[in-house]
Structures are given as C-alpha cells and as structure tokens.
C-alpha cells in the first residue's frame, strides 16, 4: 500500500453539514479517494472513515477512524448510532481475482456485510445506503457491446454472482422495506491513489506506476482485451451524484450501469507512449483472461444519463496526462 500525503483543498461546502456519513472499506481503492471528496464537502468531522486496514494520510482531511470489520453487524450498528450517522457507503469486498482463490470467503465478506447493512438501515428508514455493484454481474451469454441495462445476467465468476445476488437483494430491500439503498454497476476503475487491489482491471493501474518506473509492463491480459473503464475522479462524482439525487430519481435499485471510457492494453501504451515514448509492453495472458474474457467491452449507461444526469468528463488522454502527472508527483522521478 502506497502511503501518499494528500493535502485537501480547505473549501467546505457548510450547507452540507447536517450529513454525518460512515464509510465501510475506506481504506480501499474507492473508499480512499472517497474519503477525501467527502470531507472536503461536507467537513472532515462528519465523514466517520472505518476499515479493518489503517487509513493513508491524507493531510487536512483528517478526521474519524474506527477499525471494524463489517461482518461484525453489532460493531457496525453501534458506530452508526455513536456518530448518528444518516449516510453509509458499504465499500468492503473482494475483487474479482482475489475472490476466484478465496471462493467462501469472498462469498462471505460480500454478502454477509451488505446483510448488516440492509438489516440496520430496514430498521432504521432515515438512513441512506451506496452499495457498489459492477459490471462483472455480466456473463459470457451476455451481449458484450454497450451492454444494456436489462439483459442477460449469467457471471462466471465468484465476485459477480456475489455482486448480482447482491443487486437482488438491494433490490427487495427496497421494495419490501423501502430502504434507500442505491448502486452503480462500476467498471474497471483507476486512480493514482492506492496500490492495485486485486481486480481483474487492475492492470490498468499498474501500468502507469510500471510505466514511470521501468518504462515497461508485462500485462496479464491478451494486448486486444477490450474492457469498460473509468477515471476515479468521474467515479467519485458519479457516486455522490446517485447519492444526492432526489430518491423520487432513482427508477432501479438493483444498480445503475455506468461507463466512461473503453480501452485494450494496446490502447493504453500508446496514450502512455504519448508521454513516456520509450515504454514499452509485452503481453502474457494468465488466469484473469478467462475472467476480462467474460466481461462485456463496452457499457450502455443510458438509463443513469437519463434518470440522474450522469455524464463522464475523463478519455483515455486526460486520464493518462492526469495519472503520470500525480504519480510523478508522489514518486518525485521526472518523466
Ligand atoms: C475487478 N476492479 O477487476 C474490479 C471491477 C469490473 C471490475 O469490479 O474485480
């Protein structure tokens, strides 16, 4: 894990300060920059940060942190009450990699930790749930370009059946207890902040550090894999957009389908080369091909353009410039 020093901007949006949010896997890619978005906006005090591994530090959004681990339903019930919490993103998992090699325990953490939150938040109306859903709840039987909101769902992978059980089950919530608990189908996601946590997407973190360290990669996925990705940033603003939306806006609460951007490993070291002309990539295929290879490539995100405004603001290009540019940064090597 990269321990990396962020300094927030000082602005807080004061109007914002009757929230009180608990973040559950804040510790990981999401919930790290998620952390830093939300303190800045609603005030380092109400944003509670809780994972079973310690926080980066992330200088002038300091705030709370408690060790829990989610699958302790009374830990989690009883921070929610200690802070009054009225938001709670759920963020702990295993990734779809990992997850092929710890089969129960995947299971587990996936399922029994979105049950403590639908249980609590059942009984308790007020509070708003963001649990993240991903576009691995797609199968090889499914249509793999822009892949439409409703369609085939049949995953081959223990992290996707776990993630559309999951839809399912926010799904009933809702509909049977009106529990606000709403989802995004994410793609690969990449940001500059913390190391690569064991997605199948994943490669496309590591090649930027490989990229600016050694000027080579040898990627794990055949050179022409096409896969949905998106930029951190957007997923961020994207997942407290769902979140501050009208709940009269929210028409799916199994998850939202959501895109930005689709690139193959070739793609990606040609934006590299752009900047770092010498670099170079060779591709060896291994386990996680057949997992890409079950992906869709391209996503139809149409219904969250439409139901809640979303649209996109990173391509390849911006993404590339911006993650080099902050890397150098955190590495101090000189591109
Ligand atoms: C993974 N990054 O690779 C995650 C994501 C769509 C992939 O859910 O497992």
Redesign the pocket.
Known sequence: MIKINYVCPTHNTNNFMSERILILGSSGQIGTDLVQFLRTKYGNENVVAADLKAQPILIGCEGPFEFIDVLDGQKVFDTIKKYKITQVYLLAAL???TAEQKVKSAWRLNMEGLFNILDIAKENPALKIFWPS???VFGPTTPRIQTPQYTIMEPSTV?GISKLAGERWCEYYNAKYNVDVRSIR????ISYKTDPGG????YAVAIYHEALNKKSYNCYLREDTRLPMMYMPDAIRATTSLMEAESSRIKIRSAYNLSAVDFTPIEIASSIRAHIPEFEMTCVPDSRQAIADS?PQSIDDSSAREHWGWKHDYDLDKMTEDMLMHLKVVSNKAL
């Open positions: 990734l779809s990699a991903s576009i691995a992290y994410y793609p690969g996601l997605g199948t997407t994943d992906w």
